[in-house]
């Protein structure tokens, strides 16, 4: 079954696709946002309590009127408000998006307003209900676009945004001088690098870099390790 | 193979257009405020970045080059048409004619909240001074106690808790009420009904208990002060949970989702004022309703005094908007 995507319609006549992120992708970037929220708030204050008690962490008698206030309050607001204030600032990501190759664009495919993201973030209230995001993640297993409750009050869809490389790769690749057939076998090439065989991708990168390079000896070619043959793949797409 | 060659130099000769569109990729997008030479850049970019993209999906269409080209082109018209960023202009317009637009679209709304939250109330007096052992099922057993040995739950607060610290947590519980009413409006209002209604009665019910003690004038004394924009607060965040309700039932587009969407664009304007009075309710509550030493008659003060700029900020005059020619408009009405 192929990706929902959504057209982004251009006044030039060029649309671009954009696939629409499933639930696994969703659960992935809320995970790793989840996990650094928590290590915002208990970093702040362990580290907070340790300033507060001189190091040794325990309070000895009743806190007095600050505690509150510089100890749980800064710690809290940074949980509560990490995905309104981020999404706003980053444009539709957090850190766990970016990382996630995800980020938020509205139904037309365009950067959604701050008033649309916080809007998303308060209809939290309703996905996370009646825990761990079930009313969520319910609705977002069963729309057609993968969306929760605040997607559809916002209007904002989470969106594929895997390649943020795309960019350099197409300059990298103009630079090298190679066709964009090479420059396209190679990028694939190095991103499967790992979880190809090694018989496999020596073979396969000696038989590209034959068609490069047609001036290297195959007896050179047959003697470089799998380290220099990646080394080597790399530096044509870099080439100036 | 001349293809290749042909597909090679035309690349080659777009690589001065190529080579950067990283780093000016990210540089437009981290600027908010361009120079028109800027503007008319990327609009050049923006044109020339179509072109090839199509050039390059018709030679290679499967490609990653085709891909990139599309995320390159995708982030750039991403830049080009979002809204300027103004954000002073945005506020000023934002509370000078969105919301009061939003009140008045919401006055029925906002009107049948008020009244279900005034029976609701009755209901709970009328319920806890016919039987007064009710007041089990909408109190907990430590407030009870306290009322039946002649103390309120309200004493003793300006010692036990810091006023900043009580302001904090009472302002944030606040607006997380007003948020989830205004939330759970997506049960086709159903939520917001009843949330508002428990309310409603949890307030009748405990006025009723008091009064019942000889100390319903000590708990409106506390109340008063913060208690008429709070409440007022939740009801108007009430109608704007109506108003998604209603958008479910009675769509006004043409499917519920869009119809949804609206409303809830529309609706959650209202909310950042609301959280904006609930934050001052907050401090009221923190700093002025539990201290035992100020006057009633300043209490009134405050209270319906805060309601007052309430108002004037609901129908945008706070914020410099002039009150409607209703005359000007009578004039055009006849001329017709």
Redesign the interface.
Same mark, same amino acid.
């Given at each position: 079954m192929s990706s929902p995507q959504i057209t982004?319609q251009?006044v030039?006549?060029?649309d671009?696709?954009?696939t629409i992120a499933g639930p696994g992708r969703r659960s992935y970037a809320f995970v790793i946002d989840w996990h650094i929220r928590i290590l915002l708030l208990l970093g702040w204050v362990a580290a907070t309590q340790l300033l507060y008690t001189g190091g040794t962490f325990i309070l000895q008698e009743e806190p007095d @009127?600050t505690y509150?206030?510089v100890v749980w =309050?800064p710690g809290l607001l940074a949980y509560l408000l990490y995905h309104p204030v981020l999404e706003v600032a980053m @444009?539709g990501r957090t850190p766990g998006k970016r990382m996630a190759g995800v980020r938020l664009?509205t139904r037309e495919? %365009? &950067?959604p307003?701050a $008033?649309?993201l916080?809007?998303r973030n &308060?209809?939290r209230? &309703?996905d996370s209900m009646p825990f761990i995001y079930l009313v969520g993640l319910t609705t977002v297993v069963l729309t057609e676009q993968h969306v929760r409750?605040g997607d559809?009050?916002?209007?904002t869809l989470l969106v594929v945004?895997e %390649?943020s490389?795309? !960019?350099?790769?197409? $300059?990298g !690749?103009? @630079?090298s $001088? =190679?066709?964009? #057939?090479a420059? %396209?076998l190679i #990028?694939?090439l190095l991103d499967r690098w790992p979880a190809l065989e090694e018989q496999t991708r020596a073979t396969l990168a000696r038989t590209l870099l034959a068609r490069i390079e047609p001036q290297i000896a195959p007896d050179d070619l047959a003697r470089l390790s799998a380290l220099d043959l990646r080394q080597r793949l790399a530096a044509k797409l870099s080439a100036p | 193979m001349s293809d290749n060659r042909g597909l090679q130099s035309w690349a080659t000769s777009r690589i001065a257009a190529w080579s950067d569109l990283g780093t000016i990729l990210d540089a437009l997008e981290r600027k908010r405020d361009h120079t028109v030479a800027e503007a008319l850049r990327a609009i050049e970019l923006y044109r020339a970045l179509g072109r090839d993209l199509s050039i390059v999906r018709r030679t290679l269409p499967e490609g990653r080059m085709s891909r990139a080209l599309a995320q390159s082109y995708a982030r750039l018209h991403a830049v080009i048409y979002r809204k300027p960023h103004n954000w002073r202009d945005r506020l000023r317009l934002l509370f000078r004619e969105e919301i009061p637009q939003v009140v008045r679209e919401l006055r029925p709304q906002i009107q049948f909240v008020a009244l279900l939250f005034a029976l609701s109330a009755g209901a709970g007096w009328w319920l806890v001074a016919s039987y007064p052992e009710l007041i089990g099922l909408l109190a907990d057993e430590k407030m009870i106690n306290g009322v039946e040995q002649g103390r309120l739950w309200t004493e003793g607060l300006f010692n036990v808790v810091p006023s900043s610290v009580l302001s904090v947590s009472i302002l944030a519980n606040n607006i997380a009420v007003s948020m989830f009413a205004f939330v759970v409006g997506i049960f086709f209002g159903l939520g917001t009904f009843y949330i508002i209604a428990t309310n409603g009665l949890m307030l009748g019910a405990l006025f009723a208990f008091t009064h019942q003690h000889g100390m319903a004038g000590e708990l409106l004394k506390f109340v008063l002060a913060h208690g008429v924009v709070e409440l007022s607060v939740i009801c108007l965040a009430g109608a704007a949970g109506m108003m998604l309700g209603e958008a479910l039932i009675r769509p006004t587009h043409a499917t519920r989702r869009e119809s949804f969407q609206h409303a809830a664009a529309k609706a959650g304007k209202l909310l950042l004022l609301c959280a904006m009075l609930l934050v001052v309710c907050g401090f009221i509550e923190g700093y002025l309703s539990p201290d035992p030493d100020f006057p009633m008659l300043n209490r009134a003060i405050v209270g319906f005094g805060f309601w007052f700029v309430m108002l004037a900020a609901l129908t945008g005059r706070l914020f410099g908007r002039r009150p409607e020619k209703r005359e000007a408009a009578t004039q055009d009405h006849g001329k017709e």
């Open positions: 982004l251009t030039t006549g060029v671009v696709e954009l @009127r509150f206030l =309050l @444009r664009v495919g %365009d &950067i307003g $008033g649309a916080v809007l &308060i209809f209230l &309703i409750v559809l009050a916002a209007g945004d %390649d490389t795309a !960019a350099s790769f197409v $300059g !690749a103009a @630079r $001088g =190679l066709t964009p #057939q420059a %396209d #990028q694939e | -």
